[in-house]
């Protein structure tokens, strides 16, 4: 039956296989446990439609056996009236009811097995959610250990990479770039400030002799 079938399946699942092919482990660890406590109570439900299918049946059984033990004692009460076409009527009960008291006692052994195979399939998937219930907790802890330790990994690889640290180097020869043409600039302007002294002093002079000339003429 269908609902055998997907019970055992949950049950041969590797609960670290399918975490481990899962996107997202917690979400479906969590999947898996709702499933099965879904497919458990299906089981359960079967399980008891099938004991009570199971009385019914041996009840059945039973009330055929009882009428072919009333319809045997009925054929001997014919004969001993020696009411023989009574006797036969009888006798054709005896065997109809006998028939049907064994096809229902084939019916209850096979319901038997049935109920025996639900049980058993009821035991192991309640073994299997006891399990996942115990590694939930485990694996997701697992899971997110792994995770941390991937990123961490890749934020090593990513301060390693040499891109960054070419592109550190640019920025770094970027500023002493930079702080060299400051400080040209500032030694442009100390001799800016030197020249026009330098003009000054000059100008001072030629007036000097200038002064110096005008007295010797005067």
């Known amino acids: 039956m269908a609902l055998l079938e997907r019970v055992s ?18 979400k479906m660890i969590k999947q898996v446990i709702l ?42 009460l014919a004969v ?8 036969r009527a009888a006798l054709h009960r005896v065997e109809s009811y006998r028939e049907m008291s064994a096809n229902f006692s084939q019916q209850v052994g096979d319901q038997k097995a049935q109920v025996e195979n639900l049980k058993t399939a009821l035991r192991k998937l309640e073994q299997k959610l006891d399990e996942a219930h115990a590694k939930a907790d485990l694996l997701i802890a697992q899971h997110r250990r792994a995770r941390a330790v991937g990123k961490a990994h890749d934020a090593r690889a990513s301060i390693g990479d040499g891109s960054k640290s070419a592109a550190f180097d640019r920025m770094k020869r970027k ?35 200038l002064a110096e000339m005008k007295s010797k003429h005067a």
């Open 80 to 87: 001993s009236k020696k009411e023989d076409d009574l006797a």
């Open 175 to 209: 500023v002493a770039h930079n702080e060299a043409v400051s400080q040209a600039k500032s030694e442009l302007g100390a001799d800016d400030v030197e020249d026009r002294l330098t003009a000054i002093e000059k100008e001072d002079r030629i007036e000097q002799l």
């Open 35 to 76: 499933d099965m406590q879904n497919q458990l109570l299906q089981v359960k439900t079967q399980v008891a439609i099938a004991i009570a299918d199971q009385h019914l049946l041996a009840k059945k059984q039973k009330e055929n056996e009882e009428k072919v033990s009333e319809w045997t004692r009925k054929a001997e």
């Open 9 to 26: 399946t949950l049950v041969r699942a590797n609960l670290n296989d399918l975490i481990d092919k899962a996107e997202d482990p917690e």
